[in-house]
């Protein structure tokens, strides 16, 4: 099923790339110049072929990190959380995002697969909010492992949900109320216990979520 998943978002990705070109060229030809239906079944098409790609890619990452070796090195996770909220700033600006964080540690990790994770949560904090999004990234040590957390004061999630949101295109909504692929939580599960470490949601509907999760001091 893996092997599947991984070769059907592979080889889809070339089709995929003809059959929106050409619907972008059709809609440039001929947008407007057909009749209102013609237009809509444009867009329809335009749309469907945007998802599909936002869908395959996102399948692509989350079946490619069976197969790629994950590859640890000692990481600043301050500086990787820096580097991942760079990568995000138009976003941050644009919507007055206000995040802070405690010092994080230096981890064994695989730097780039972990940064996946940091985004991802950011990122779903930053869309299930109604209001300006408010986010706390925490780190706790133990004797063990590490802990650590994203939090927002969002929508948050009903207890009967807070499992089944790692599932693979598992969402909770309507796509025109928040876009997704549903995949995002299912990539940082994968990440996490190929680390070796948990990932779990604290949740409370219309107060906020936080995702924790662990990484052992103990590293492969
Ligand atoms: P996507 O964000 O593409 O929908 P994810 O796998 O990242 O997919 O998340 C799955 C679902 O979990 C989301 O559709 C949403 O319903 C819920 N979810 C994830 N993060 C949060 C959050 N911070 N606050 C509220 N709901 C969330």
């Given amino acids: 099923m893996e092997q599947f998943a991984y070769v059907a978002s592979h080889d889809l990705q ?9 619907t972008q060229l059709l809609a440039m030809k001929y947008k407007n110049k057909l009749d209102s239906d013609a ?20 399948l692509l990452v989350y079946s490619r990190l069976n197969t790629v070796k994950t590859e640890y090195q000692f990481s600043d996770l301050d500086q990787l959380l820096d580097k991942v909220l760079l990568g995000m700033k138009n976003t941050i600006v644009e919507k007055h995002v206000q995040i802070i964080h405690d010092k994080l540690p230096t981890v064994r990790c695989d730097s780039s697969q972990l940064g996946q994770v940091f985004q991802n949560l950011i990122s779903n904090s930053i869309k299930f909010h ?16 590490w802990i650590l957390g994203v939090s927002d004061e969002g ?8 499992k089944q949101i790692f599932d693979v295109f ?8 928040y876009p997704g692929t549903g995949i995002g939580l299912s990539i940082c599960k994968r990440v996490v216990e190929r680390h070796n470490g948990k990932i779990w949601v604290e949740s409370e509907l219309g107060k906020g979520s936080s995702f924790y999760f ?7």
């Fill in 14 to 22: 070339e089709p995929l790339r003809m059959v929106t070109s050409f």
């Fill in 39 to 58: 237009d809509d079944y444009i867009d329809f098409i335009v749309e469907g072929s945007h998802r599909m790609k936002d869908l395959i890619d996102d």
């Fill in 130 to 145: 109604e209001t300006t999004p408010k986010i706390h990234i925490s780190a706790e040590e133990t004797d063990e492992e």
């Fill in 155 to 162: 929508i948050g999630i009903g207890p009967e949900h807070q």
């Fill in 170 to 177: 598992k969402r909770l909504h309507t796509r025109k109320k």
């Fill in 214 to 220: 662990t990484l052992p001091k103990k590293s492969p």
